[in-house]
């Protein structure tokens, strides 16, 4: 076993003459002798090929060296989207972020000193009820694809013997693969609804045929994958409801200060992601913040997944505060019983949004969907008169498919010459004979005009080389 | 005395005034336009958020920060977490603009830095697990075993075996061992303890069969004992054609000491937020780093991170024919794996391997001291070191006076220092479960088994002082059962109430 002499470290709290005492008052000579209970043959004997760097200032250079060779999003214009969003994070919110009371906590196991965490978390369940038209809301899944997949387990659950899930095409592919991963253990049985391949709409006609005795649950997308809102789902909705299925739908959590809420126009269960409305930045795509919202039943309450912020009583009359409740469904006490596994959530990532909405407000909020929804509109139109085609002729928020049509062994050559330009050029979608590419453009509201006539210049020195 | 700030916050729904406003968002140069969505989609009300200007969000929200006990505020020896320091460099690195501002879509050539992080931090965790193939995918640890029933499942169905329907776990393991069982449709046995608080070897031989998918435990166990069986434990398994999981939540007890994959298991995860220093987040967000065999490595999820040392490149390969597909809609908590990265390039080999003989030594410290204390006891094999967690018993408290580890936890949190796991594992009726991590001090640890025996005596003095702990906090005791019955659960629920005049809450008549 390793002997090693005693080196101080900034993270390790006790002394070599602490180490001395505390052997003494065990009675025992060295720490060795707390592992002599571990069979000679699996001790590792080695030492571990790990880099080691001697001081902080060194471990910051050495990772500032290798981020370094990234370009992000503030380097280039960025014209991507796809469930995450490029947003500004005010400095008061990256300030209350770093409150090490909040990001230093764990789980409020215990309430009564763990108020602010709670007050926070509550907080962000009501915006986020209020934004979605919802009356309760968990405190957070991991991410928008995760819920998806907690959200068709739960309506498997809900509807008790029912075992099918209906889902659109045009459901964001990411976001499909975590839904079969999630329902290929319980054998929930996944059947797709197409769409309509020029409005990008879903077949909503197509969508009702497929309900039966034995769908647990619909779920869509609005605005879906390709931008597209989905206008014309009250039929679908109403059928389905006729039918005992459980509506879920997947939003853009920063559209809806302009697109209705899911709360208004049916869905029972409603998810996304809280990172568009100041989860946190893009990250690399996580840490993200998974929405999941609905209306209230109480039984359903109970078969939801996730932790839950609630009011509670205290001893001072008058007193009311905040507490995690109906803990009995979570796996620490109902084991292979609990609705979901799920332990460690996303709970900073939740106040994050509470925090960032409470400094947007109602008019900020309304403001950022504006300017989204201007930049997307104003450049589809100006690329059209540039004689630039969308592939779906519908109604959008931030999101289109433009038809660019560039060939596939051409792509690589198409992201270097817009990368040329400091542009991202959008997310790349294969048509489907595989042998071109279409790319799905979202327009963040840090874009300006001259960014947008940017891009379109490029597509044109593009199209005309 | 402790007393933790206490200030009467409302909800920040009663705060602001129509008009005032805490944020001017950037506003694109583009001419306003008609808004066309059509009318059945447009959204009627707006949603109903403060409006407030930029001093009132803060002082709303530092207010609350400050009704908020934390590991930077004192000790917070929470067995099975791991509350270890967040060292403030990670922090600093991960506020870098080239980490922050990266979308998950960006062409290759413009993200070869962070894919060189995360797949250097692969191999690093790698070395330490002696399992060479992995992801950092999985959100969190009950995700990293998600994953890992995943990979077991898949490996079992690849070579033919569909019958393999059984995980087996010992009674002593994470709840989330069983749940994640369940989730990827498992049935789940679980097998006693011996009276050393370990996986007892008869049972485990009756219990593997023919069905046998494969077993998950943690070692050190939940009572902090090292399960010096493992490698009869993993001969049983295999034998009986399952696999091997290793749940590293308590890996902070053996990292440089002993390596999983040299132990018998197939795969495992680590929780990056415990083991290797990245904040909690009041709940999250954590990080799992899952690691496997060869033989389980065609099955992990996609994208995995490799370097193509022709073109000099690192890349996202996706041709993994026989993934198990996605359990994160991109790569994971990537900016919590950069957090995770600076800490073992600050500790290097030494520094982890001193991280757990000190964590193992403060654990044992204390654990000694504790016991001496009337009314506790320590549970299973005493004579057995602990490594980096202990759990006391308080059974012959409450039989004595009706003070269980729930009432000592609310004394504990009167006293300005955090308390223990109450009440877990569950094969320890009153368990009080301690793991003080490398971070704290002799003094700290002297200071805490001090508080400890001094709240379990006054409680000897006065049931009743423990039963109506805590004091000094923000807030009394909170009524469970009163917010289960209720549920109140969001603003647009109390203002429901309030159209029924029946917020605020009413309180019941004493009920003694």
Not at chain 1, 155 to 183: C, D, G, H, M, Q
Request: aromatic share 10%; net charge negative.
């Amino acid at each position: 076993m390793n002997n090693l002499t005693h080196f101080s470290h900034p993270y390790i709290a006790n002394s070599e003459k602490d180490i001395e005492e505390m052997l003494a008052e065990l009675g025992i000579k060295s720490i060795d002798e707390l592992y002599s209970d571990i069979p000679e043959d699996i001790r590792f004997k080695g030492k571990l090929s790990l880099p080691h760097f001697e001081s902080e200032f060194e471990v910051k250079k050495h990772v500032e060296e290798l981020l370094n060779k990234n370009k992000s999003t503030r380097d280039y214009r960025s014209f991507l989207g796809g469930g995450v969003l490029d947003i500004y994070i005010p400095a008061a919110q990256d300030e209350l972020l770093r409150r090490s009371e909040f990001y230093t906590a764990y789980t409020p196991y215990q309430p009564e000193t763990s108020q602010g965490t709670l007050h926070t978390l509550f907080e962000y369940q009501s915006m986020i009820c209020e934004i979605l038209a919802m009356d309760t809301a968990n405190c957070s899944m991991y991410d928008w694809a995760s819920s998806l997949g907690e959200a068709a387990l739960m309506t498997a659950r809900i509807t008790k013997k029912r075992n099918k899930f209906l889902y659109t095409a045009a459901t964001a592919p990411n976001r499909e693969a975590v839904l079969k991963n999630y329902t290929a253990g319980v054998k929930l049985e996944l059947v797709k609804i197409p769409f309509d391949p020029k409005t990008g709409k879903m077949d909503t006609k197509k969508a009702i045929e497929l309900m039966d005795e034995n769908t647990a649950g619909i779920y869509f997308e609005n605005p879906n994958y390709f931008g597209v809102i989905e206008s014309d789902i009250e039929e679908v909705i109403k059928a389905a409801k006729e039918k005992g299925i459980v509506v879920v739908a997947g939003v853009d959590t920063s559209s809806l200060a302009l697109i209705e809420a899911p709360g208004n126009y049916g869905v029972d269960i409603a998810i996304g992601d809280a990172q568009p409305i100041g989860a946190g930045p893009l990250n690399f795509g996580g840490p993200l913040a998974g929405v999941f919202a609905m209306k209230f039943d109480k039984k359903w309450t109970r078969q939801m997944p996730g932790r839950l912020v609630g009011i509670t009583l205290t001893p001072e009359k008058g007193k009311w505060a905040f507490t995690n409740t109906l803990q009995t469904r979570e796996q620490h006490i109902k084991r292979h019983r609990a609705t979901s596994n799920i332990c460690s959530n996303e709970a900073l990532s939740a106040m994050s949004t509470a925090f960032h909405l409470a400094l947007l407000g109602p008019e900020g909020y309304k403001e950022n969907a504006e300017s989204m929804y201007y930049n997307a509109h104003y450049l589809k139109d100006e690329l059209e008169k540039a004689g630039f085609n969308t592939v779906y002729n519908s109604e959008f928020f931030n999101t289109f498919l433009l038809e660019l049509k560039v060939p596939a062994d051409q792509k690589d050559k198409f992201t270097k010459f817009m990368l040329d330009k400091k542009i991202y050029a959008g997310i790349p979608i294969s048509t489907e004979d595989n042998k071109f590419y279409n790319y799905l453009i979202t327009t963040s509201y840090l874009l300006k005009k001259k960014d947008l006539d940017d891009y379109i210049a490029a597509l044109k020195e593009w199209r005309n080389a | 005395m402790y007393k933790q700030a206490r200030f009467e916050e409302p909800l920040i729904f009663e705060l602001g005034k129509k008009g005032r406003r805490a944020h001017l968002p950037p506003k694109t140069d583009v001419p306003p336009r008609e808004i066309t969505i059509p009318k059945n989609m447009r959204r009627k009300e707006p949603p109903e958020l403060p409006e407030m200007h930029e001093g009132e969000v803060f002082r709303h929200y530092l207010r609350l920060s400050q009704m908020n006990y934390s590991v930077d505020t004192g000790i917070y020896p929470l067995g099975s977490c791991t509350m270890k320091y967040n060292p403030k460099i990670n922090e600093a690195l991960a506020r870098n603009e080239k980490m922050m501002y990266l979308h998950p879509y960006q062409p290759e050539e413009t993200i070869q830095g962070i894919l060189e992080i995360l797949y250097k931090l692969q191999k690093y965790l790698s070395e330490m697990a002696a399992l060479p193939y992995g992801t950092i995918q999985p959100a969190a640890g009950a995700q990293g075993e998600y994953v890992g029933l995943n990979l077991i499942r898949a490996y079992h169905h690849d070579h033919g075996d569909f019958d393999r329907t059984e995980i087996i776990t010992p009674d002593s393991s994470h709840g989330t061992n069983p749940a994640s069982s369940v989730m990827n449709g498992f049935s789940v046995l679980e097998i006693k303890s011996n009276s050393d608080g370990q996986v007892d070897l008869e049972a485990l031989k009756a219990a593997v069969s023919e069905k046998t998918a494969g077993f998950m435990i943690t070692n050190p166990n939940t009572l902090g004992i090292f399960e010096s069986q493992i490698t009869e434990i993993a001969k049983i398994i295999h034998d009986a054609g399952g696999l091997l999981y290793y749940d590293g939540a308590n890996f902070n007890a053996i990292a440089g000491k002993i390596r999983p994959g040299e132990m018998g298991f197939d795969v495992l995860h680590f929780n990056l937020h415990k083991s290797f220093s990245t904040p909690h987040g009041g709940g999250g967000p954590g990080a799992a780093a899952e690691l496997c065999s060869e033989r389980l490595a065609p099955y992990l999820p996609v994208p995995v991170v490799e370097y193509d040392e022709d073109k000099g490149r690192y890349y996202l390969n996706y041709d993994l024919p026989k993934s198990i597909g996605k359990v994160h809609g991109y790569y994971g908590n990537v900016a919590v794996a950069l957090r995770a990265y600076a800490y073992i390039c600050s500790l290097g080999p030494e520094g982890l391997l001193h991280t757990s003989e000190q964590a193992v030594l403060n654990a044992n410290y204390i654990m000694r001291k504790l016991e001496k204390i009337d009314g506790l006891v320590l549970k299973y094999n005493r004579e057995l070191p602990r490594k980096h967690e202990c759990v006391l018993d308080a059974t012959p408290l409450k039989h004595d006076i009706g003070v269980g580890a729930m009432d000592i936890a609310k004394m504990l949190i009167s006293r300005g220092v955090h308390a223990p796991t109450v009440l877990f594992p569950l094969i320890v009726h009153e368990a009080l479960m301690v793991e003080p991590t490398e971070n704290e001090n002799k003094e700290s640890l002297d200071n805490y088994a001090k508080i400890i025996t001094e709240e379990i005596e006054k409680a000897k003095k006065d049931p009743n002082y423990a039963f109506n702990a805590p004091y000094n906090t923000s807030i009394g005791r909170v009524d469970d059962a009163w917010a289960t019955r209720n549920l109140i659960l969001s603003w647009k629920m109390i203002k429901q109430l309030k159209t029924e005049n029946k917020w605020p809450p009413e309180w019941p008549e004493e009920e003694h």
